[in-house]
Each structure stands twice: as structure tokens, then as C-alpha cells.
């Protein structure tokens, strides 16, 4: 079954330094993956996605995302954080299995907790 | 364009009871997928909808059922609560047609006591 691994439960950073999240994914087929920001108290918003094309993504807020299919990974990096970044950030991916039928079925990672202090 | 929308924001619930949560999606967005959102279990996927179809289900008891309305509004229903269903409940809506991100709303905190 698929899965994916975020290798860091929380990443604190000062603001204006750069950050990387890391993910991996299971899967050695064709993937579409997905990151997504959660702020207290409200739903996920989606940061940037790889559907195909060029592997280095970008997405809002500053963010960007390389995909690596080799190292079935899709890290997530900014390259100077602010105070309000400080959220949990999902990377996410789907399943090859089900996407023909169903687009709602998403595998998340476990999170990682971004803490910008100043 | 307004975006997902989610009823209630809180529920506090007793064991044993049951609970219907709403979600209604984007406009025009005809699949509807339900997450539950719990700090040791992380996001999972409960079940999606589509054209009033349950077009997939995760690994939750049968407790847990959900339907489709012909405006694509969906509800989500949890029967004989327990402790264990405290939970953050999440709708999404995707457009339909190809690989579509999910779009999601801020959620119903679900409080079993």
C-alpha cells in the first residue's frame, strides 16, 4: 500500500533563514503529490502540487517543492521564512491505485510542525 | 466564489449518541470526500462521493456512513459514538475531470465525552 514519511515531526527556524520539509512517498509509479499548509483552528490549504512536467515546483507564498522520482521524495523548501509560516505543513500523495475512479482518496503524511521564532 | 463549507464548527456529544455533520462543496465541484483528522492517527480517509455515489471508502467501522444530495451537498453520519471518534472531521470538494487538487474546509471538531 502506499504511504508517505515525513522525516520531521517539527522544524523550529528563524525567521528569514531558509527551511526544508522533507517527504517520501512509497510508491515507484507515477504519482501525483501534493503539499498542504494547516493553521490552528482551519481546514488544509493547498501550497503546490506535481501532477507531471518539470520536477522543481512552485507554489504560494514563497514556496517551492523539487520532485525526485528516483529518491520517491518531494521536499519542500522556502528560502527565507516569516513569522507567519509557523503551521503544519502535509505533504500528500495519491493513490495510482484509485485515482482513475476517484480523486478524493489523498494518503497524507503524519505532518510537520513549522515553528518560525523571531 | 465561496468555498467549503462545513456545519457546525463545534459538537460536543455523549457517548452512544449519534451526529450528522454538513459539508457543502465549491460550486459546481461534484465530488465530496471526507477526512478524520485526530493527533495520533493523523488525516485519514473516510469515504468519497460522487454524482450521489460512494465512489470509495477507507478502513473505518461501519458506523461511520455518509450520502450525497443531487446539489452535491453532503452529509456525514456517526452512529453509537465513542471517545475514540474525538476528531477533527474535514470535507473536500474536487471539480471533476482529471487529477484535481482537493479543496478543502475548516472542518467540524467533533468532542465525545
Known amino acids: 500500500a502506499q504511504s508517505v514519511t515525513q522525516l520531521d515531526s517539527q522544524v523550529p527556524v528563524f525567521e528569514e533563514a531558509p527551511v526544508e520539509l522533507r517527504c517520501n512517498y512509497s510508491?515507484?509509479?507515477?504519482?501525483?503529490l501534493f503539499w498542504y499548509v494547516q493553521y490552528p483552528n482551519q481546514g488544509l490549504q493547498l501550497l503546490l502540487k506535481?501532477?507531471?512536467?518539470?520536477?522543481l515546483v512552485k507554489g504560494i507564498n514563497g514556496f517551492e517543492a523539487e520532485f525526485n522520482k528516483s529518491q520517491t521524495s518531494f521536499h519542500l523548501r522556502k528560502p527565507s521564512v516569516h513569522i507567519s509560516d509557523t503551521a503544519e505543513y502535509f505533504c500528500?500523495?495519491?493513490?495510482?491505485?484509485?485515482?482513475?475512479?476517484?480523486?478524493?482518496?489523498?494518503?497524507f503524511g503524519k505532518g510537520t510542525k513549522l515553528s518560525v521564532k523571531p | 466564489k465561496a468555498g467549503v463549507t462545513q456545519t457546525p464548527r463545534y459538537l460536543i456529544k455523549t457517548r452512544g449518541q449519534q451526529v450528522t455533520l454538513s459539508c457543502s462543496p465549491i460550486s459546481g465541484h461534484r465530488s465530496v470526500s471526507w477526512y478524520q483528522q485526530t493527533p495520533g492517527q493523523g488525516l485519514q480517509f473516510l469515504f468519497e462521493?460522487?454524482?450521489?455515489?460512494?465512489?470509495n471508502k477507507g478502513n473505518f467501522p461501519g458506523r461511520f456512513s455518509g450520502r450525497q444530495f443531487s446539489n452535491s451537498r453532503s452529509e456525514m453520519n456517526v452512529s453509537t459514538l465513542e471517545l475514540g471518534d474525538s476528531a477533527l472531521y474535514l470535507c473536500?470538494?474536487?471539480?471533476?475531470?482529471?487529477?484535481?487538487?482537493?479543496?478543502f474546509g475548516n472542518g467540524t471538531r467533533l468532542t465525545v465525552t
Open positions: 510508491s515507484s509509479v507515477s504519482v501525483y
Open positions: 462521493y460522487f454524482s450521489e455515489t460512494q465512489r
Open positions: 506535481y501532477l507531471s512536467g518539470s520536477t
Open positions: 473536500a470538494s474536487t471539480p471533476t475531470g482529471g487529477p484535481s487538487p482537493l479543496h
Open positions: 500528500a500523495v495519491s493513490d495510482p491505485m484509485n485515482y482513475g475512479g476517484s480523486q478524493g482518496n489523498l494518503i
